[in-house]
């Protein structure tokens, strides 16, 4: 997934809104935007959490892909939801609570890296996540953010 692909997978996720809004800087990313924009969420100065994106298979790509292209792969774009529906229940029991969700992309908080990971070995460990994960797919992005000390980040585009 490139950049911009990972960009078309956050927007499915926020929209444009007023309000509060947070700039998260890239920790670990590989290919992703070292900046984000999340409108709608207001993060304090002095939170030290971490924040995870992580998106499954190529969901929130290929939802913006032509239609021929969505006949190849039918169950795929046609059950999001209830994908979302197994894989929530899992992420409940390990602890994990999405900021944000869309399609099979997800913003996730961890106190610290040591949270993110025993919350994803109780994943793993979940009887049911094998069965989910062959339905869900690979992920297929991970990228660390922490909120930007700097504070919001103007777009001055026109």
Do not use: C
Not at 28 to 44: C, F, H, K, S
Not at 65 to 80: G, I, V
């Amino acid at each position: 997934m490139n950049r911009r692909q990972f960009a078309t997978v956050l927007a499915g996720l926020t929209g444009v809104a007023a309000g509060p809004s947070t700039t998260l800087e890239a920790i670990v990313a590989e290919r992703t935007p070292q900046l984000l924009v999340i409108d709608g969420i207001e993060i304090a100065s002095d939170d030290t959490r971490i924040f995870e994106m992580r998106v499954y298979g190529e969901a929130a790509f290929h939802a913006k892909t032509q239609s021929s292209q969505r006949r190849q792969r039918p169950f795929f774009f046609a059950n999001f939801a209830s994908l979302r529906e197994m894989l929530l229940p899992v992420f409940h029991r390990a602890g994990i609570r999405p900021l944000l969700s869309g399609n099979l992309a997800y913003l996730i908080p961890f106190e610290s890296f040591a949270a993110r990971q025993a919350a994803w070995n109780a994943v793993s460990a979940d009887p049911e996540w094998t069965q989910v994960r062959e339905r869900v797919g690979r992920v297929s992005q991970v990228a660390i953010y922490r909120r930007y000390p700097g504070g919001r980040i103007l777009d001055m585009s026109l």
